[in-house]
């Protein structure tokens, strides 16, 4: 099992995504932006990071 950390800015692509995956029973945390990401990277148990690589102004870019 896949445990992806999900950071993008697209409310509905995000969602999608999300229940596209835990729907194949992968436990998913999701995150609007690179700033909401950075606090929780190392709490939860993130084995893959999703996200797009454009918004590296909400800090992306640093996960």
Same mark, same amino acid.
């Given at each position: 099992?896949? @445990?992806? *950390?999900?950071?993008?800015?697209?409310?509905?692509? !995000?969602?999608? *995504?999300?229940?596209?995956?835990? &729907? *194949? &029973?992968?436990?998913?945390?999701?995150?609007?932006n &690179?700033?909401?990401?950075?606090?929780?990277r190392?709490?939860?148990?993130?084995?893959?990071? *999703?996200?797009?690589?454009? @918004?590296? !102004?909400?800090?992306?870019? !640093?996960?």
């Amino acid at each position: 099992m896949v @445990h992806p *950390l999900i950071v993008d800015d697209d409310d509905a692509f !995000r969602d999608a *995504l999300g229940e596209t995956l835990q &729907g *194949l &029973g992968h436990e998913t945390v999701t995150v609007a932006n &690179g700033a909401e990401a950075w606090p929780i990277r190392w709490g939860v148990r993130a084995s893959a990071i *999703l996200t797009s690589w454009r @918004h590296d !102004r909400t800090g992306a870019n !640093r996960l």
